[in-house]
């Protein structure tokens, strides 16, 4: 399996959202957890959702109730819908799983 390619970041305004999407290679994809995780700058990455092959989903607490992960395992693709995004929410996004490869990630700015 290859890297992980993110897509979907850009700059938006403080309560706006935005839908990343994952595509990664590979036919394990639908036994694999799949997670998102960023990287602000100056500062190391992050854990930020987590979606298991069975559709059990976790969140860390700056974004719970903001941010949905979602994955369409006909299409090998993992998404991340965000929603009133926050200045502090300003990162380099990546999606991964346990033992794979990074990615170069997807930029997201919130101007506030």
């Known amino acids: 399996q290859g890297q992980p390619v993110e897509s979907g970041g850009g700059l938006v305004q403080a309560g706006g959202s935005l839908r990343l999407s994952c595509a990664a290679s590979?036919?394990?994809?639908?036994?694999?957890?799949w997670g998102w995780y960023r990287q602000p700058p100056g500062k190391q990455r992050e854990w930020v959702a987590m979606?298991?092959?069975?559709?059990?989903?976790t969140y860390a607490d700056s974004v719970k109730g903001r941010f949905t992960i979602s994955r369409d395992n006909a299409k090998n693709t993992v998404w991340l819908q965000m929603g009133s995004l926050k200045a502090e929410d300003t990162a380099v996004y990546y999606c991964?799983?346990?033992?794979?490869?990074w990615g170069r990630g997807t930029l997201v700015t919130v101007s506030s």
């Open positions: 991964n799983r346990p033992g794979g490869t």
């Open positions: 590979g036919s394990r994809f639908s036994t694999y957890t």
């Open positions: 979606l298991t092959s069975g559709l059990s989903t």
